[in-house]
């Protein structure tokens, strides 16, 4: 069982920047494909960013290519999740998310851990 928590949620304004951070408790996450998805009043809880166990490869959804940055650190067994240029639509709760599949992906489904989630808002 890992159990995640993020944290670094809250109130920006847009064009600002926020980190958000994902940690284990009871397990190291360096063997786990890790992700964040967020979910949008209203909508969907969608894909936003992986990466791979050793960090070298990461994924993103196209809106917050460029914008966003996932990194890791094994040592410290948290996940990270910058967020720049910050817009309103990009306000959501963002989940941190592990996956035990041998390939990168961008289907919930595939994920088997999930924190609670932290909110974060962008005003305009």
């Known amino acids: 069982q890992v159990q995640l928590v993020e944290s670094g949620g809250g109130l920006v304004q847009a064009g600002g920047s926020l980190r958000l951070s994902c940690t284990a408790s009871?397990?190291?996450?360096?063997?786990?494909?890790m992700g964040w998805f967020r979910q949008a009043p209203g909508k969907e809880r969608e894909f936003v960013s992986s990466?791979?166990?050793?960090?070298?490869?990461?994924y993103y959804t196209d809106s917050v290519k460029g914008r966003f940055t996932i990194s890791r650190d094994n040592a410290a067994n948290t996940v990270y999740l910058q967020m720049s240029s910050l817009k309103p639509e990009d306000t959501a709760v963002y989940y941190c998310?592990?996956?035990?599949?041998?390939?990168?992906?961008?289907?919930?489904?595939?994920?088997?851990?999930w924190g609670p989630g932290t909110q974060v808002t962008v005003s305009s």
């Open positions: 998310a592990a996956s035990t599949a041998s390939y990168s992906s961008r289907i919930e489904h595939d994920y088997r851990y």
């Open positions: 990466v791979i166990p050793s960090g070298s490869l990461t």
């Open positions: 009871q397990r190291t996450l360096s063997m786990y494909r």
